[in-house]
C-alpha cells in the first residue's frame, strides 16, 4: 500500500511542479541564486538545475539523515553543472535554538512542529503511508536551528532570484527570520498546510500580512495534490 501510495502522489506531483517552473519561467528570465529550505533529498535542487542555469544554491536540511542523501545525490549533478553549491546540516527559524524533528517514514513529511495523532488528516496519512502498525511518526531526532539572516549575511548576496521553503507548517518561523534576505529577494515560494495534523501556532493570515508588510504580493496559488496544502508564490513588489 505504501509504495503504490508513493508513485502515484510522485505522478501527480511531477505535473503539479511544472505548473509551478512554468510559472515561475514567466515571472522572471534567469535564476542565478537559489536558497532551498527544506532541501530533503535534493528533489528542489534538481528541479532548479533542469529548468535554469542557476549558478548559487544554499541548501538547508535539519535531519542528518537527510542531509546526508541530499548531498549524495547532488554530487555529480552539481560539479557537472559547475554550480556554487552551499549545503547546511540546520534547521531554520526565527531564533536560534535547539529543537526535534518528528521524523515519519516517509521522510520529505519530517517536521519540527507537534502532530495531532487524532486528527483525521493523521490517521489517514497513517493509514496509506504507514507501515503496519508502526507509527508513522516513528522516531524523533535534535537538530539545531538558526536564522536564514544569520547565515546569509556572511555570503554577501546582492540578490536572491528565488526562496524556497518546505518545512511542513515552519514555514511563517523561517520567514520571520529571514527579513533582511527577503528584502533583496525576487520570488518566494512556500507551502501552507490547512490540515488538523500539524500543530501549528500561525495562521495563513499572518504569513500573508506579515508578506504585505516586506512588500510582497501574492501571484500564485495551486493545491497540491491528495493534500490540505497550498503551494503560493509571491512576488516582491520593489525593483531589485
Not at 552551499?86 to 531554520?92: A, I, S
Not at 518561523?173 to 533583496?184: A, F, I, T
Amino acid at each position: 500500500m505504501r509504495q503504490i501510495s508513493l508513485i502515484i502522489l510522485s505522478f501527480f506531483d511531477y505535473f503539479h511542479k511544472k505548473k509551478i517552473i512554468n510559472f515561475i519561467k514567466k515571472k522572471i528570465d534567469k535564476i542565478d541564486t537559489v536558497i532551498d529550505v527544506g532541501a530533503h533529498h535534493g528533489e528542489s535542487v534538481k528541479l532548479f538545475v533542469k529548468n535554469f542555469k542557476t549558478k548559487n544554491i544554499f541548501s538547508f536540511e535539519p535531519s542528518l539523515e537527510n542531509f546526508q542523501r541530499l548531498s549524495d545525490n547532488v554530487r555529480f549533478l552539481i560539479k557537472k553543472k559547475k554550480i556554487n553549491f552551499h549545503v547546511y546540516n540546520l534547521g531554520l527559524g526565527k531564533k536560534e535554538e535547539t529543537s526535534y524533528l518528528n521524523m515519519p517514514l516517509e521522510t520529505s513529511s519530517s517536521t519540527i512542529n507537534s502532530i495531532n495523532k487524532e486528527s483525521d488528516y493523521y490517521k489517514k496519512k497513517n493509514k496509506f503511508l504507514g507501515e503496519g502498525n508502526k507509527d508513522f511518526f516513528y522516531k524523533k531526532e535534535i537538530v539545531k536551528i538558526v536564522t536564514l539572516d544569520s547565515v546569509m549575511k556572511k555570503n554577501l548576496l546582492e540578490l536572491v532570484d528565488l526562496i524556497k521553503i518546505d518545512t511542513e507548517g515552519f514555514e511563517y518561523e523561517v520567514l520571520q527570520g529571514s527579513e533582511e534576505v527577503l528584502k533583496k529577494t525576487r520570488i518566494l515560494l512556500f507551502e501552507h498546510h490547512y490540515d488538523s495534523m500539524l500543530l501549528k501556532n500561525y495562521t495563513f493570515r499572518q504569513v500573508h500580512d506579515f508578506l504585505i508588510l516586506n512588500n510582497f504580493k501574492k501571484v500564485f496559488k495551486a493545491k497540491m495534490p491528495f493534500r490540505k496544502t497550498f503551494d503560493y508564490i509571491y512576488e516582491n513588489t520593489k525593483e531589485l
